[in-house]
């Protein structure tokens, strides 16, 4: 929310990604930014996808600096969930005039396969 209130709208994505990185750090939260992560289908890994951030070891967050959110951003936020096995995501909008937000939750989590597939942030 400080992020949106001092930048406002109207930025690139990046530019609330740096800004976040330095708000995380100062308030002591532990991150991973554009971290890349493998996707896999059925056991094979079939390339990789960077995830905006990935927070506390526990959250993945994309942001986007659009008008409005529609479906096929919470789709695509989603997907990243499972494809990541993580159970709970934020899509974060920073292209409105009021900062918006969704909470995501992926119904496929399987925490058995956590230790194995997502890296531990140091």
Same mark, same amino acid.
């Given at each position: 929310?400080?992020?949106?209130?001092?930048?406002?709208?109207?930025?690139? =994505?990046?530019?609330?990604?740096?800004?976040?990185?330095?708000?995380?750090?100062?308030? *002591?939260?532990?991150?991973?930014?554009?971290? =890349?992560?493998?996707?896999?289908?059925?056991?094979?890994?079939?390339?990789?996808?960077?995830?905006?951030?990935?927070?506390?070891?526990?959250?993945?967050?994309?942001?986007?600096?659009?008008?409005?959110?529609?479906?096929?951003?919470?789709?695509?936020?989603?997907?990243?969930?499972?494809?990541?096995?993580?159970?709970?995501?934020?899509?974060?909008?920073?292209?409105?005039?009021?900062?918006?937000?969704?909470?995501? =939750?992926?119904?496929?989590?399987?925490?058995?396969?956590? =230790?194995? *597939?997502?890296?531990?942030?140091?």
């Amino acid at each position: 929310m400080k992020v949106h209130s001092t930048l406002g709208n109207g930025f690139q =994505e990046v530019i609330y990604q740096r800004a976040l990185s330095i708000e995380m750090a100062k308030q *002591e939260i532990s991150f991973i930014r554009e971290m =890349e992560m493998p996707i896999f289908y059925e056991e094979h890994n079939i390339g990789t996808r960077r995830v905006d951030f990935f927070v506390e070891n526990l959250i993945m967050v994309e942001i986007k600096a659009i008008i409005q959110l529609e479906k096929v951003h919470l789709a695509q936020a989603k997907n990243y969930l499972e494809a990541y096995n993580m159970e709970v995501g934020l899509l974060i909008n920073f292209g409105s005039i009021s900062l918006s937000f969704k909470r995501l =939750e992926n119904n496929k989590f399987n925490p058995n396969l956590i =230790e194995k *597939e997502n890296p531990k942030i140091m």
